[in-house]
């Protein structure tokens, strides 16, 4: 009996230790993405294969790109935006970060209420992609975002996830608070778009190999009919030379007659 219970305890803190561990991860849960502090050292990045087409510029009306609400996040403008502007040139997608003040929330279905609440109230477009962040103070983060329809077709479950390993590993790695945000967004760009303009890449390429080719054969085509009227040219005036040349005796005189008329014409 006394082993029964002694197992059913261990048992019992066998599965409390799980839901601990559970309710813990889901605070970093965002839609498909895990946003939160998951490893203290940078990893390897992989490129995404997927070629994703940048929004027109028309899907975008600009705006500012941040929202410091908690007051003690952002020092240096310009090294925040730096990244933020990075991934809206290559995706045409502009990234908006809300930064909640410390503390605020841990609740991701807050956080994402949030974000879909001032998605209307900041933008007038369907180009954007807001992060609603939030710091606890101690060491970990939570966020909610939201992603307007156009935008969507850029930011999907991938580029989500490759966006959520950013920010972790940005939070955990990066000098300074602007930077969590710079960095993460500017490595994502890159991650997700690559594919794209290789692609982009190799088709300018192919165009503009196409174009010498093109600018080759008609050169040698045009090099071809001018030798051809020059060759033609010689040729007669060779013939007229060796007609010249050649003592009347030679000709008939219907020859002569002829020639004389063709010269007398020319007169």
Not at 2 to 18: E, N, R, T
Not at 37 to 63: F, M, N, W
Not at 110 to 129: I, K, N, V
Request: hydrophobic share 35%.
């Amino acid at each position: 009996g006394g082993g029964c219970g002694c197992l059913g305890g261990i048992v019992g803190i066998l599965l409390a230790v799980l839901l601990v561990a559970a309710l813990t991860s889901s605070l970093s849960t965002c839609g498909v993405a895990s946003f939160g502090p998951s490893y203290s050292e940078s990893q390897t990045t992989v490129a995404s294969g997927t070629v994703r087409e940048k929004l027109p510029a028309d899907a975008v009306t600009k705006t500012d790109y941040y929202t410091d609400a908690d007051g003690d996040w952002i020092h240096d403008a310009g090294r925040l935006t730096r990244g933020l502007e990075e991934f809206y040139d290559r995706t045409g997608v502009q990234p908006y970060v809300y930064i909640l003040p410390n503390g605020t929330t841990s609740s991701v279905n807050e956080l994402t209420a949030e974000a879909e609440r001032l998605y209307p109230e900041l933008f007038s477009d369907e180009g954007h992609f807001l992060l609603v962040f939030c710091d606890d103070g101690n060491g970990t983060f939570n966020c909610g975002y939201t992603v307007g329809t156009a935008a969507s077709a850029v930011m999907d479950s991938e580029a989500l996830s490759i966006l959520a390993d950013e920010l972790n590993d940005a939070y955990n790695n990066a000098s300074t608070d602007e930077e969590v945000f710079s960095d993460a967004f500017a490595r994502c760009a890159d991650r997700i778009m690559t594919a794209a303009e290789d692609e982009q890449r190799g088709q300018t390429t192919a165009l503009v190999v196409g174009g010498i080719m093109v600018v080759v054969a008609a050169g040698a085509a045009i090099a071809y009919v001018v030798k051809r009227r020059r060759d033609r040219q010689a040729a007669e005036q060779k013939r007229m030379e060796d007609i010249l040349n050649t003592p009347l005796e030679k000709f008939g005189d219907q020859d002569v007659e002829d020639l004389a008329d063709k010269y007398e014409d020319k007169d």
